[in-house]
């Protein structure tokens, strides 16, 4: 059983930053892809950025050039530094560890609330 717990949701004003943890329970970072994705209010989660199997990373187009996905193996915490924050990327995110080769496991945060609001 994986457990993900994130930190460093908040309420910040547009323009804003906030860094965003996701400490695991234990060195999975081999065996699993870990990513961050969102959820706002009536709308469907979509991923936000991820790591893949080869070691390059994705981001959704809206955070490009603003969003960067890091982790520190030796702290077996993937973070999320999100900069120029938009009243758009207003949601509640949440982190996940997707199995490298089991398509069908994987795990997600209890979820952190980002508010981007003047």
């Known amino acids: 059983q994986v457990q993900l717990v994130e930190s460093g949701g908040g309420l910040v004003q547009p323009g804003g930053s906030l860094r965003l943890s996701c400490a695991a329970s234990?060195?999975?970072?081999?065996?699993?892809?870990m990513g961050w994705y969102r959820q706002a209010p009536g709308k469907q989660r979509e991923m936000v950025a991820g790591?893949?199997?080869?070691?390059?990373?994705n981001y959704a187009d809206s955070v490009k050039d603003r969003f960067t996905i890091s982790r520190d193996n030796a702290k077996n915490t993937v973070y999320l530094q999100m900069n120029s924050l938009k009243p758009e990327d207003t949601a509640a995110y949440y982190c996940?560890?997707?199995?490298?080769?089991?398509?069908?496991?994987?795990?997600w945060g209890q979820g952190t609330q980002v508010t981007v609001s003047s």
């Open positions: 790591f893949t199997s080869g070691g390059k990373v």
């Open positions: 234990g060195s999975i970072f081999s065996r699993f892809n």
């Open positions: 996940n560890a997707q199995h490298t080769l089991l398509v069908g496991l994987n795990y």
